[in-house]
């Protein structure tokens, strides 16, 4: 079955204590991304890559880090976590970045930074 | 600036009654339009999308969108709505050129309410 995995899907953590995100997919997507998602601000993208070793900033990507050694893993970094990045986090793919193809979604991570 | 605004947060219907939830984007080239649904607690669900050709798509759950390119709108539509249908809808676009090409720009949601 065709799906994007994130993990943790649930995280409760406190400020300053590095923490990482997973997301794997299975599908040999060569475009990955992270959004983050808000009340009233909809999804914004964090970082997305357009294949391996190839990785570039969304619209708001201070606070993260993300790496892409591999096709199918996209981590999500936060070396300093802080409250305002309390979130509900997706993972996504596509398979490449001029596909008109839709977005396959992760279920989605919802951390809590105290 | 390039946007796309869903002007309506939050809407209302009865059960069995119409629904329209709006969508309008500012980009010098018709994007590719997709709508998707987000349950409580779920992740996103396409519903549709439109690339060229018949600008009414059809999508899941008795869903439908017209694209308007006269008025920049890719508003979704269903006739008659069901409690489950209770849900944030999310309108996102792609550019079609440019250097931002794999993004996906969404829209800020619109909380759907059903009454029974």
């Known amino acids: 079955e065709a799906q994007v995995t994130q993990n943790p899907r649930y995280l409760i953590t406190v400020t300053g204590k590095k923490l990482t995100v997973t997301c794997s997919q299975n599908?040999?997507?060569?475009?990955m991304s992270w959004y983050r998602q808000d009340p009233g601000l909809g999804l914004r993208q964090i970082y997305y890559?357009?294949?391996?070793?190839?990785?570039d900033k969304g619209d708001v990507p201070e606070g993260y880090k993300v790496s892409r050694k591999e096709k199918r893993n996209f981590p999500l970094i936060l070396e300093s976590p802080s409250p305002n990045q309390t979130s509900l986090y997706f993972c996504?793919?596509?398979?490449?970045?001029?596909?008109?193809?839709?977005?396959?979604f992760g279920d989605g991570t919802r951390l809590s930074i105290l | 600036a390039q946007s796309v605004t869903q002007p309506d947060i939050h809407i209302t219907v009865s059960e069995g009654a119409s629904l329209e939830l709006r969508c309008n984007y500012s980009?010098?080239?018709?994007?590719?339009l997709f709508w998707y649904v987000q349950s409580p607690g779920q992740g996103l669900q396409l519903l549709l999308k439109?690339?060229?050709?018949?600008?009414l798509v059809q999508g899941i759950k008795g869903f439908e969108a017209e694209f308007k390119r006269s008025q920049s709108s890719f508003n979704l539509r269903k006739p008659s709505v069901h409690w489950s249908d209770a849900a944030e809808y999310f309108c996102?676009?792609?550019?079609?050129?440019?250097?931002?090409?794999?993004?996906?720009?969404f829209g800020r949601g619109t909380q759907l309410t059903v009454w029974p």
């Open positions: 996504a793919s596509r398979e490449t970045e001029l596909s008109n193809q839709p977005q396959h």
């Open positions: 599908m040999n997507h060569e475009y």
């Open positions: 890559s357009m294949n391996v070793e190839v990785t």
């Open positions: 980009y010098g080239a018709t994007p590719y």
């Open positions: 439109y690339f060229s050709g018949d600008t």
């Open positions: 996102a676009v792609k550019l079609v050129r440019g250097s931002t090409l794999g993004r996906l720009y």
